[in-house]
């Protein structure tokens, strides 16, 4: 199998809610799925994804694309990419002009895995086809109404892990959203918070105190501080009995492997790209750090979940990109399924292909109703397709 083409399909829609923590906000999706194209026709799925800025046209996407990253595609076999390493000298190493990084490496696993005719999870060296997942709202934006009616709604449905946005100039708001977070799920239902950078060390350790004191027994807390603050991190592990401190999430493989070997988080978190997932991962593994799965686009992550062993949690957001695929992840009872089919199995929707793709960058205010989430009650979605 050898990589002989590609195609590159550009979206632009309204998320069907406002999304974001104490430090950003989106309230739009820009992403472009990146197909690579094999010998023998088998299609690896990937998808660009730009958070708080759109992307350019699809002709300029696909120019940037064809100029800095097919000189190295073209002809090679996919299996032969997915674990190539560069070494950093001088220029030779350094960003695209577009966050292609883990389009490419999805896509490329994708393709490795259907050559060898095996789902990802068990190419990666899975044991098991499911994990469990937990609620997470990406809600700090939402009124307290939406957020209580969105994990009320998680409740129902089968979640029995809910993790908050934290870090608002006003705490006592931080603490409402907790009492409001133990009204609206079951009693004894696992809470962890994430206050993405949002406080300094010492500001942290006085807020869990309190958050303690108030009664709420956290699994985590997830980026308390500064990504690089190892000293503030490995105070808060040590102080923080009670609880666990989660980090790592905006840190790159070697970012990921300090804080390991500083012993600065009792969690560690990665994203969605396969490859550093994977190696930083059985690091983890043998130091014998935990590991959890946040938000990977259309739940990609599932596969790397089942496949990794210190991995217990995949965080599920309830965006709104189902329909970007014929197949997306299950979800049932509070646990992430991993596709049995060869691949990742995610394929790319004619019907979205078709009625979503959006060549031309549009302004925000012509984007229109946001495509409909089955995964979340069409109350909690008015707000922003109003």
């Known amino acids: ?53 759109p992307l350019p046209d699809q002709a300029e996407i696909e120019r940037i694309f064809l100029a800095e990253v097919w000189p190295g595609l073209e002809g090679q076999p996919p299996t032969a990419l997915v674990h190539r390493v560069s070494r950093p000298r001088g220029g030779n190493q350094r960003a695209f002009g577009l966050p292609f990084g883990e389009a490419l490496q999805v896509a490329l696993w994708d393709l490795a895995a259907k050559e060898v005719n095996l789902p990802l999870h068990r190419l990666l060296g899975s044991r098991r086809d499911r994990v469990e997942a937990y609620a997470s709202g990406l809600d700090y934006h939402l009124s307290d109404d939406d957020f209580a009616a969105l994990f009320a709604h998680a409740d129902a449905i089968g979640y029995r892990a809910f993790k908050i946005k934290v870090g608002h ?56 501080i500064l990504r690089n603050d190892f000293v503030g991190l490995r105070m808060l592990k040590d102080a923080c009995s009670w609880t666990l401190i989660n980090s790592g999430e905006y840190l790159d493989a070697s970012g990921k492997r300090v804080l390991m070997e500083e012993e600065a988080t009792d969690i560690l978190n990665v994203h969605g790209q396969v490859t550093d997932v994977m190696r930083i991962g059985w690091l983890a593994a043998d130091k014998g750090i935990p590991v959890s799965l946040g938000n990977t686009f259309l739940e990609i992550g599932v596969h790397m979940a089942c496949a990794l062993p210190e991995v217990q949690w995949l965080e599920y957001s309830f965006q709104n990109f189902d329909h970007l695929v014929d197949e997306p992840v299950v979800i049932r009872d509070g646990f992430a399924h991993a596709p049995d089919r060869p691949g990742h199995g995610l394929v790319l929707s004619d019907t979205a292909r078709r009625e979503w793709a959006r060549p031309k960058l549009l302004p925000r205010a012509d984007l229109g109703p946001s495509p409909f989430n089955p995964r979340l009650p069409r109350a909690l979605q008015s707000a922003a397709t109003a």
């Open 1 to 53: 199998m050898r990589i002989i083409a590609f195609r590159i399909t550009r979206f632009q829609f309204a998320r069907d809610r406002v999304i974001g923590d104490s430090q950003v906000r989106a309230d739009d999706v820009n992403i472009a799925a990146l197909e690579l194209i094999a010998d023998s026709g088998a299609v690896g799925l990937g998808f660009i994804q730009t958070l708080f800025a």
């Open 169 to 224: 100039h006003d705490f006592e708001r931080d603490l409402n959203r907790l009492r409001l977070l133990r009204q609206s799920v079951r009693p004894g239902a696992l809470m962890m918070v994430d206050a993405n950078e949002g406080w300094g060390a010492k500001e942290a350790l006085v807020k869990l105190e309190v958050i303690r004191k108030e009664g709420f027994d956290l699994l985590w807390v997830e980026d308390p």
